[in-house]
């Protein structure tokens, strides 16, 4: 998803409604994994994916259904058989979309903006989807979401407390370790209930953030990938003709140190952050690289040929740096995909970040095999 949470929020402030759809289960291979979303409009105009095809065509007249009634539809899809040859499918498994109306009302925006804050913070928060039946039990389904967040005094529940929190408590830690949404139903296999209600339960990590020590024409195409796979990006380098807002729009913060030497100074680098060297001159990459080094990072890279590595490491082994420490560096940088031009030297760079970055999310939530 590429700051749908920011579109949605968009829409609402606008005045517009819209139908949200997110995948809630899965079993088998699917086009789309859990917590893959997408927007339908008024207009039947989409934000997203879910798959396409049929499916998707599936999905977006189910959006338009569930604005002209107000309530919500938790649909299933078997993707086999005679069923996954007229949805275009041939994955073989089956899925579970939850497709919501959202309403520019007080509630709905206050939730958006405190989510997209979330993100843009540390710490773990948890996002419940409470879906029960209508009063009268024939008119549809309807959904809540709250934002769930523990602290010393218990769990807080933004933007209000629901009527029955207790009953949510039993089910936040299993729902950590899950890939994605869980559905959790009075007949689930793992015997977890919620009276009468399905809870849609879904663990939300901060971004994490591309810390780029360097502003020059690969940086600045960095950037804009990186923004656009949702990294948080932060711009490094001691040229404010260079790393300034206007070269760098896209990136949530810019920092102009007085040399590179101290680039690291105040900084949060933690194992949620991906460093990336891509400065003006061996010099100034030897000095960031020896401070990232001293941090926690998730992912170290800097541009270079293997000669220039070589002749780095070197140094850095003369500081008292030793071979495991320079290990996990990743250089030359990014996935070896001959490339030439900023742009796809840029290309290489971002698509090493994101197979970090899954892999680091997959062991981090102990994904279960499907």
């Excluded at 003369?318 to 490339?339: E, K, R, T, Y």
């Amino acid at each position: 998803m590429i700051r749908l949470e920011d579109e949605i929020l968009t829409l609402l402030e606008a005045g517009d409604s819209a139908a949200l759809a997110t995948i809630v289960g899965q079993t088998g291979s699917a086009p789309r994994t859990p917590g893959t979303r997408m927007v339908v409009r008024r207009d039947g105009s989409i934000l997203g994916t879910v798959g396409g095809g049929r499916l998707e065509a599936e999905v977006i007249q189910t959006g338009l259904d569930v604005l002209r009634s107000g309530f919500s539809r938790l649909q299933h899809f078997t993707l086999a058989g005679t069923d996954a040859g007229d949805m275009d499918m041939i994955c073989g498994g089956e899925l579970d979309v939850l497709v919501e109306p959202l309403r520019p009302v007080t509630r709905t925006i206050e939730l958006f903006r405190l989510l997209a804050r979330r993100r843009e913070q540390e710490g773990e928060w948890l996002l419940a989807t409470v879906i029960r039946e209508s009063a009268d039990g024939r008119a549809g389904l309807l959904s809540e979401s709250y934002l769930l967040q523990r602290s010393a005094s218990g769990l807080r529940f933004y933007p209000e407390q629901p009527d029955s929190p207790e009953r949510l408590a039993s089910l936040l830690e299993s729902a950590r370790t899950e890939c994605g949404p869980t559905l959790y139903t009075s007949g689930s296999t793992n015997g977890n209930t919620v009276g009468e209600s399905r809870v849609v339960i879904e663990l939300i990590r901060a971004k994490e953030t591309v810390h780029l020590f360097g502003a020059g024409h690969v940086s600045r195409e960095v950037a804009l990938l990186a923004h656009r796979v949702d990294f948080r990006v932060e711009v490094h380098d001691d040229r404010s003709d260079f790393a300034n807002p206007e070269r760098f729009p896209m990136a949530d913060a810019v920092h102009v140190p007085e040399n590179m030497g101290r680039a690291f100074e105040g900084r949060r680098i933690d194992e949620n952050s991906y460093v990336v060297i891509v400065t003006r001159g061996h010099t100034h990459d030897m000095d960031v690289l020896a401070q990232a080094l001293r941090t926690q990072a998730a992912y170290i890279g800097m541009i270079g040929s293997r000669r220039k590595r070589d002749a780095i490491y070197a140094a850095l082994r003369g500081q008292g740096f030793s071979q495991d420490d320079l290990s996990g560096v990743h250089c030359p940088i990014g996935l070896d995909i001959n490339a030439q031009t900023p742009a796809e030297i840029a290309l290489s760079i971002v698509a090493e970040l994101v197979k970090i970055r899954a892999i680091a999310r997959s062991s981090a939530k102990a994904c279960k095999d499907i």
